[in-house]
């Protein structure tokens, strides 16, 4: 899974603030016979960094007397050096894995154990999206706790390049049929603005799945990682076709940019739309931009593409009582409020008061309560790393004109056998 920074600068003081004030599911009984934890987290840098210290604080006011260890601190956090310590018989006592098929793998290889009696422990079935859990459930098993919730199927805008090329500020289209059209609008009348702005890769197999989602519908698209739904047929080579269209709009220096470099050209009118995931307000942040115009990627009203971080318990974690009270905080109102206020995300938990969070997380609360959720492609939901991986190397190729749509369509369908 890829976890760019997102940076909020929302300060960590007000939330270690708020992470003195625990909840009662952590202050029950808090006498632990661990006296420490280690976790391996990607949250190094930025506001993530600054939220994992407003969790921890959260942690050490529930459980005193359980040190909390950031394993991956020293070293750097890769998955290289997660996987050697794994393989060494030397597992953290939790790690963090994007819910979905990524911890499937885990699961299979024998590295975490199920965490279904802390679910019942705490009731996490009725507070967390049902959605939600079943990416995060193997053989009726349960294998991690979710920290907090990313949507990746957003459209963001320019409200000058709006405003120049003669469309409306409410960018909610209906279909991405009605999409193209502004597109086309906005090359006709503002020639010198990229219509939709992308970067490399990982960008690009973004957007292809949520044209996915908007051509195929929720079934359908779930359907596609499940094999319900067949990659060869007519209804995903239409939804391909799409997807060219849309790619003839975008930047011609694409590949070299990340995601931040495409959605900096919104804030500089260099471009009018950009599909990316909500960590793009911590874009507007950094840049002091306050008033933006952002709605569901067309086609995809009432769906939530779904990515989101977890903790797992490791099989043979030295120090298991320390990483299930690791894990109670995680799953906690205070633990999930104190990361998400700082980060941007929102919390897992359906169960927490929205108005505690920004007008656009306030949108992103309600979304995850009512709409269908569906799993992220290329954030770790609903495909293996392998997969990503193979499906990552037919859309490089396509989009940089080595491989007919046809040839595309084929090893799509390869990369999910």
């Known amino acids: ?31 632990v016979v661990d006296d ?5 987290t990607w949250w190094s ?18 459980y005193p007397d359980v040190t909390f260890v950031d394993v991956a601190a020293a070293g750097g956090a890769t998955q290289d050096r997660l996987q050697s310590q794994l393989a060494a018989g030397d597992p953290p006592d939790s790690f963090q894995a994007p819910a979905g098929k990524a911890v499937q793998d885990y ?30 459930t193997v053989d009726g098993q349960i294998y991690s706790v979710p920290s907090n919730v990313h949507r990746a199927n957003l459209l963001w805008a320019s409200l000058p390049v709006l405003e120049q090329a003669g469309l409306s500020s409410d960018v909610n289209f209906a279909a991405m049929d ?15 603005v990229v219509p939709l702005s992308i970067g490399t890769t990982w960008t690009q197999v973004h957007l292809l799945e949520v044209v996915l989602i908007a051509e195929l519908g929720p079934a359908a698209y779930t359907g596609l990682w499940d094999g319900s739904t067949d990659w060869t047929s007519a209804a995903v080579t239409d939804a391909l076709g799409t997807f060219e269209t849309l790619m003839s709009y975008t930047n011609t220096d694409r590949d070299g940019l990340d995601w931040e470099e495409p959605h900096t050209m919104l804030i500089d009118n260099e471009a009018a739309f950009n599909i990316m995931v909500d960590w793009a307000p911590a874009n507007y942040e950094a840049h002091g931009v306050g008033d933006y115009a952002y709605a569901p990627a067309p086609g995809t009203a009432g769906v939530f593409d ?22 109670r905080t995680v799953a906690s109102q205070d633990g999930q409020t104190a990361f998400s206020k700082v980060t941007g995300s929102i919390p897992a938990r359906t169960d927490i008061d929205p108005a505690e969070f920004s007008t656009y997380q306030q ?47 084929s090893e799509l369908a390869a990369a999910m056998k």
Not at 45 to 62: H, K, N, P, Q
Not at 117 to 130: A, H, I, N
Not at 308 to 327: E, I, M, Q, R, V
Request: net charge negative.
């Open 178 to 192: 009605d999409f193209v059209t502004a597109l086309e609008q906005v090359r006709q009348n503002v020639p010198d």
């Open 363 to 409: 949108t992103a609360i309600t979304s995850l309560a009512e709409d269908v959720i569906v799993p992220s492609l290329q954030h770790g939901a609903a495909a293996t790393p392998e997969q990503v991986d193979a499906i990552t190397a037919a859309v490089s190729k396509y989009t940089t004109g080595t491989s007919s749509l046809s040839t595309f369509q």
């Open 107 to 136: 699961v299979a290889a024998g590295q975490v154990q199920a965490v279904s009696d802390l679910y019942d422990e705490l009731d996490l079935r009725g507070v967390f999206p049902r959605g939600l859990v079943d990416l995060l």
């Open 45 to 62: 840098t930025g506001s993530e960094a600054r939220g994992l210290e407003a969790m921890v604080a959260v942690f050490d006011s529930s």
């Open 36 to 40: 420490r934890v280690e976790v391996f």
């Open 1 to 31: 899974m890829r976890l760019p920074t997102k940076a909020l600068a929302l300060g960590a003081a007000a939330a270690l603030a708020l992470a003195g004030c625990s909840s009662s599911d952590d202050k029950a009984d808090n006498k």
């Open 306 to 327: 779904c990515l989101a971080d977890s903790f797992t318990l490791t099989t043979d974690a030295p120090h298991p009582a320390g990483a299930k009270a690791w894990l």
